[in-house]
């Protein structure tokens, strides 16, 4: 089988985004051909491990070079300035689709990534061959009660994308065009599929749009005395909410047994340290920076939970990398990590408003004790076991091979 995928964000190395599109095009390698079109500032790092790995069916990379701006505007996410470059790069994957169909057998045009809904770039527009849109996410909002407690400068940017949004879900012409072409819709999570539902009237099918190790082994943990360490991972914004599990943790009963470990870097950085300084808490808090994607698995090998405090995701892939470490997870009720998160690998708080976050975070950090950890982590490996990229790649594999038949 023969598939032209449209994946822009996709290296070995990384998390996210970046991450999630070369786990999604390598693990479907194992099923069929893949004709992959990317942006060309990952060509270096894809020529350099595709060599060394084991796959049925290598897939054939075309690069497209969006330009360095472009790649800065890229990596800050969340930047409206960086969708007009990504508009027309999306436009010459089109046309480059259009020649490699001419010359190879194609049976399946596939717009891959970026999993925003707002950007589905134009394969739809290929006619005579099925087209496969998503994992697509991005439907939801964050609620207005944790957006009034941002600064102000938050408060306009995001209460602006919460407007924004809510009218290019309903009325964006190429989303409802896309969405009516579409032979087959995955949806990253419960939410997106209920939207599509509502505001189009189509069905579609839940994959989440990130997965777990292939290979997944126990990790043994040495620790260093009776601390409780926790992690949280991400680009310090204001949709990451450190800020909530600095709260937590200053409210937290049993703060003096508990270390944070902070993997990240991001705007909101200088405000979340000073806030740990005003809580009293800068000596149980530690900010590491930006930290390569090696190193945080390492980092995650060595702590007892993650706390993972986001106000709105798809499926978040350091999730999935938690709980292939055997990484209890207390996150909110929502989105992907929702729908991840049994309760038995993990607790969840619910997702209402910023003091009902910050009291059930700390509430969760309250039950953490080395008996019950040892219990979670057990489970978040039958967990992860569940979720492997293998598995997500052949579900959709086995789609593809109906929409062929």
């Not at 399946?108 to 134009?122: F, K």
């Not at 599990?245 to 409210?251: D, P």
């Not at 270390?259 to 806030?275: A, D, F």
Request: aromatic share 10%; hydrophobic share 40%.
């Amino acid at each position: 089988m023969n598939v032209l995928v449209s994946c822009f964000a996709c290296g070995p190395n990384w998390g996210s985004e970046v991450g999630m599109g070369w786990n999604w095009v390598i693990n479907l390698s194992q099923f069929c051909q893949l004709e992959v079109i990317t942006e060309k500032g990952f060509q270096n790092e894809i020529e350099e491990v595709l060599p060394t790995l084991t796959i049925k069916y290598p897939p054939k990379f075309h690069y497209i070079d969006i330009g360095e701006h472009a790649r800065i505007l890229f990596r800050k996410q969340g930047s409206f300035k960086f969708y007009q470059y990504y508009k027309e790069w999306q436009l010459e994957a089109y046309n480059i689709s259009l020649q490699i169909i001419s010359e190879r057998n194609i049976q399946i045009a596939h717009q891959l990534n970026m999993t925003g809904y707002r950007e589905p770039g134009y394969l739809w527009q290929i006619e005579k061959i099925p087209f496969v849109w998503g994992p697509v996410a991005g439907f939801g909002q964050i609620p207005w009660s944790f957006i009034w407690q941002m600064s102000f400068k938050n408060k306009l940017f995001w209460g602006a994308k919460h407007i924004i949004n809510a009218y290019q879900m309903r009325y964006y012409s190429r989303v409802k065009k896309c969405t009516k072409r579409a032979d087959l819709i995955v949806a990253a999570t419960k939410e997106t599929q209920i939207f599509l539902k509502e505001l189009y009237q189509k069905e579609s099918t839940i994959i989440n749009d990130s997965g777990t190790f292939n290979e997944i082994e126990p990790v043994v943990r040495i620790k260093n005395g009776e601390k409780i360490e926790l992690i949280w991972v991400g680009i310090i914004n204001a949709r990451k909410s450190l800020d909530i599990a600095i709260k937590a943790l200053a409210s937290s009963k049993n703060r003096e047994n508990i270390e944070l470990h902070v993997c990240g870097n991001g705007p909101e950085e200088k405000n979340c340290k000073i806030l740990s300084q005003s809580l009293g808490i800068e000596n149980l808090v530690t900010f590491h920076g930006k930290v390569e994607h090696k190193e945080v698995i390492e980092k995650m090998k060595r702590v007892d939970a993650m706390l993972f405090t986001s106000l709105m995701e798809g499926t978040p892939n350091v999730v999935n990398e938690a709980l292939s470490m055997g990484l209890p997870v207390i996150c909110h009720d929502n989105c992907g990590q929702g729908e991840l998160i049994k309760p038995e690998c993990g607790i969840k708080v619910p997702y209402i408003n910023p003091d009902t976050s910050i009291t059930g975070f700390a509430n969760a950090i309250d039950k953490l004790n080395k008996p019950n950890i040892k219990q979670m982590s057990q489970h978040a490996y039958i967990r992860a076991k569940e979720l492997t990229w293998r598995c997500k790649a052949e579900k959709v594999f086995s789609e593809y091979c109906k929409l062929i038949d």
